[in-house]
């Protein structure tokens, strides 16, 4: 096995410190470091060799080394002192440089106006293009790094474009020499030339990612390699791609997010990974912007229960002070909660596989947003509408003890998943669009809402290239951003909503024609008068439902062996119980009788089961806010056993057997008390 297959506990120390004081890191001393990181627990230790200032803690030949540490070579002392404690070493390169940025102007990412990323925006970071001579400067540094140390592995920070859109004159001239053409200016999804930059964009960071992976694999073939994939969570000015992703050996990346988000991200993360467990790190205070701020005990014990529960490995990020001296507290009280949670660690097996029902599409291509349309890139957004409706249905389906996984095209039919949820996922490859069609060809089961596939990869302008799924053409969204959804039939996942009391939606929907016989479940309904109106109105409050138009709005078809249904919009990410549960009664209706996982669960657990070579590990995760969360008492669970012939059940912290029933294809049992984490062994008879 590689190193990074056994390891599930990890230390990064940032050092990000200026040269601005001579007292700074004036009290580094590596056996004090090391010291501090042995008594955390971990396994590893990711020692940096340069920070995001660009100043470096070696004796770089094409950088700048720290006038601090006056010559001494910091990197090799820490190597040294973590390895006679018997630490794994990875050793960490930030891709941004202040000092680059600072000493060569020329390779500087810059704004469409001209103004360099991100000095010249307020913040302290100096960013630098790939298309310029930045490029060969990486090179050297990672060659010198890998030639004269020697590690574990290379963890490369900050690889990406982020919240950056360059528009640099390297970046003007290789644009206009790969397509004749100027870097486009407005933002559009459904013009080429504009789908070309983003591809060019996509390029870059692929290529820069690709050259420090040979470079290291030409040097040291046995070294891993990681570079930081948090980049995707900024959408398509991160341009990050699945090929930018398969450049590193094990993907990682730090997240500041909650107990949902975790979920969603482990899941995500290990299906597109090259090799498991993936790296999930988070910081030991609430942001990066401080210093003394530490999360408690209690949040940091969840995110590490989440990270087991998800089968992930775990870094805990500390930041070294100015004068070159870490808090001895925080590693300590880190080895308390390591080993605290350390009976559960044991059951990790990184060749385990997630059950569930329910998987929902997440594309990188599909990071945009429609309203973007039209708007010019000095005004731009970061926030990402495709992201955020993930998060939002998948704490809808944990309150609905839904389980569930998050999936791109490769994912999708290595599963054996009952139900695909697609949310407004607007743009597709022609290859995720094959992927679908053979997914519910198969006899899988499609929701799809709002404007998913519109801007797709060989779609009709303003279509969708899912049209053949939905059995429905696009015409449009509707003027007003109050709309309403109208029962059509009795179904029981309608609950009271009725076509005279319909279902309220914030936001605009598709308006659609059938292109092909379905079933019209429900039907476009619009206020009385357009809404903010100050004139003409039917309440002054509110703007109840007047028009009943003609439109369906959800409807379904069979589609080869399997079925789709579409909503014109997309209750599934409302804050409104009443609309949740809605949409949990509608996908737990195409699940079908024989759920996976049945329960008595409250909403703040979520069921996570695994299928690993002889048995089920069944774990049950209660990350509550505020914490320290209300333990759960007397939880019954049955699991789905399918072709597993199951009679015992171990709980994994006691070691002992719970009682369980075993009938009509379930393994019941109930497990007495939960307050971060619980973990059930389904077994075979012995």
């Known amino acids: 096995m590689e190193w990074f297959e056994k390891s599930l506990r990890r230390n990064l120390i940032d050092i990000h410190i200026t040269e601005d004081d001579e007292r700074f890191l004036s009290e580094f001393d590596a056996e004090a470091y090391a010291d501090a990181v042995v008594s955390s627990g971990v396994d590893t230790a990711i020692l940096y060799s340069?920070?995001?200032?660009?100043?470096?803690?070696?004796?770089?030949?094409?950088?700048?080394?720290h006038r601090n540490i006056k010559g001494r070579d910091m990197l090799a002392e820490m190597l040294a002192a973590c390895k006679a404690r018997g630490l794994k070493t990875v050793v960490y390169f930030n891709i941004w440089s202040r000092w680059a940025y600072d000493t060569h102007p020329e390779w500087r990412m810059r704004t469409a106006d001209g103004k360099g990323y991100s000095v010249e925006l307020g913040l302290r970071f100096g960013q630098c293009c790939p298309n310029t001579g930045y490029f060969e400067y990486v090179r050297q540094q990672v060659t010198q790094l890998i030639q004269d140390y020697e590690c574990d592995g290379l963890w490369i920070d900050m690889i990406g474009w982020f919240d950056n859109v360059c528009y640099c004159d390297a970046c003007r001239e290789k644009f206009r020499n790969q397509t004749g053409k100027e870097l486009p200016e407005i933002i559009h999804w459904g013009d080429e030339d504009w789908k070309q930059f983003h591809s060019f964009r996509e390029e870059s960071i692929i290529r820069m990612a690709e050259m420090i992976r040979n470079t290291a694999r030409e040097l040291k073939p046995s070294l891993s390699v990681t570079q930081q994939c948090s980049s995707w969570e900024r959408g398509w000015v991160g341009a990050s791609s699945e090929r930018f992703l398969s450049h590193s050996d094990y993907l990682a990346g730090d997240f500041y997010v909650g107990s949902t988000e975790q979920s969603v991200i482990c899941k995500f993360l290990s299906n597109l990974t090259q090799n498991r467990p993936i790296e999930y790190m988070v910081s030991r205070?609430?942001?990066?912007?401080?210093?003394?701020?530490?999360?408690?005990?209690?949040?940091?014990?969840?995110?590490?229960?989440?990270?087991?529960?998800?089968?992930?490995?775990?870094?805990?990020?500390?930041?070294?002070?100015?004068?070159g001296t870490v808090n001895p507290k925080i590693f300590r009280?880190?080895?308390?909660?390591?080993?605290?949670?350390?009976?559960?660690?044991?059951e990790q097996q990184i060749d385990s596989r997630l059950q569930a029902d329910v998987a929902v599409f997440l594309s990188l291509s599909a990071m945009c947003n429609a309203s973007d349309n039209g708007r010019n890139i000095r005004n731009k957004k970061v926030d990402v509408h495709h992201i955020d409706d993930v998060y939002a249905l998948s704490k809808t389906l944990i309150e609905g003890n839904l389980p569930y996984d998050?999936?791109?095209?490769?994912?999708?039919?290595?599963?054996?998943?009952?139900v695909l949820i697609m949310s407004d996922v607007i743009r597709l490859t022609a290859k995720e669009q094959d992927a679908i069609r053979m997914f519910v060809q198969n006899g899988g089961k499609l929701y799809a809402s709002r404007n998913t596939s519109l801007y797709s990869?060989?779609?009709?302008?303003?279509?969708?290239?899912?049209?053949?799924l939905f059995g429905a053409r696009a015409c449009g969204e509707t003027p007003w951003e109050e709309t309403f959804l109208v029962p059509e039939g009795e179904k029981e996942?309608?609950?009271?909503?009725?076509k005279k009391y319909p279902i309220e939606i914030v936001g605009r929907q598709q308006q659609i024609e059938l292109t092909e016989p379905c079933e019209v479940w429900g039907s476009l309904a619009l206020p009385y008068f357009p809404p903010q109106d100050v004139h003409q109105f039917a309440s002054a409050l509110s703007d109840p439902p007047g028009i009943y138009t003609?439109?369906?709005?959800?409807?379904?078809?069979?589609?080869?062996?399997?079925?789709?249904?579409?909503?014109?919009?997309?209750?599934?990410?409302?804050?409104?119980?009443?609309h949740r549960e809605f949409f949990r009664g509608l996908i737990a209706s195409l699940v079908g009788d024989s759920p996976i996982l049945k329960t008595n669960a409250p909403k703040v657990a979520e069921t996570i089961v695994w299928k690993r070579k002889d048995d089920l590990l069944v774990n049950l995760l209660n990350f509550q806010t505020p914490l320290p969360p209300v333990p759960l008492y007397h939880t019954e669970l049955s699991i789905r056993m399918d072709d597993m012939e199951l009679v015992r059940a171990v709980d994994v912290s006691t070691g002992e057997e719970l009682p369980v029933k075993v009938e009509n294809g379930y393994i019941t049992f109930t497990v007495p008390k939960t307050e971060y984490l619980s973990s059930v062994k389904l077994l075979k008879k012995e």
């Open 50 to 65: 340069a920070s995001c200032l660009g100043l470096c803690y070696f004796p770089t030949k094409a950088g700048h080394m």
């Open 285 to 323: 205070c609430l942001t990066l912007s401080e210093h003394t701020t530490n999360k408690s005990k209690e949040l940091l014990t969840a995110q590490r229960a989440a990270a087991i529960a998800n089968n992930t490995a775990f870094v805990f990020i500390d930041a070294i002070d100015p004068v």
């Open 333 to 346: 009280q880190m080895g308390q909660i390591f080993e605290e949670l350390s009976v559960y660690e044991k």
């Open 406 to 418: 998050v999936v791109g095209a490769d994912q999708l039919l290595k599963g054996n998943y009952k």
């Open 457 to 468: 990869e060989g779609a009709a302008a303003d279509q969708f290239g899912l049209a053949d």
């Open 493 to 498: 996942f309608f609950g009271d909503f009725s």
């Open 550 to 578: 003609a439109h369906p709005a959800l409807i379904c078809r069979n589609y080869g062996k399997g079925q789709v249904v579409y909503c014109a919009a997309k209750p599934e990410v409302s804050d409104a119980d009443v």
